[in-house]
């Protein structure tokens, strides 16, 4: 059985920090590009970074480049999402997907809250 189970979500201020992990099982995750997505209420999911199955390639979306790193541990099957500097819009739910050629998996989000 597939899974993917995000953690570390939860309040903080803005100018604070958080760091997401998503562990996989039942997947070969080393051969899995996995990404972040970030969905705010009424607005659509949005990609937000994403790292091929070696690390050697990254992306981020504009407005996390600099605040942001996604990294994986390959070893423990798991993709983290380092957020700093983080701002009010910021707040959502975050989501971990992995795909590899057709296959494409999501996990169940983790809530991010940014407020004073």
């Known amino acids: 059985q597939v899974q993917l189970v995000e953690s570390g979500g939860g309040l903080v201020q803005p100018g604070g920090s958080l760091r997401l992990s998503c562990a996989a099982s039942?997947?070969?995750?080393?051969?899995?590009?996995m990404s972040w997505y970030r969905q705010a209420p009424g607005k659509e999911r949005e990609l937000v970074a994403t790292i091929t199955s070696r690390g050697t390639g990254i992306i981020y979306v504009d407005d996390v480049k600099g605040r942001f790193t996604i990294s994986r541990d390959n070893a423990k099957n798991t993709v983290y999402l380092q957020m700093n500097s983080l701002k009010s819009e910021d707040a959502a739910v975050y989501y971990c997907?992995?795909?590899?050629?057709?296959?494409?998996?999501w996990g169940q989000g983790t809530q991010v809250t940014v407020s004073s």
């Open positions: 997907r992995g795909q590899w050629l057709s296959r494409d998996y």
């Open positions: 039942g997947i070969g995750f080393s051969t899995y590009t």
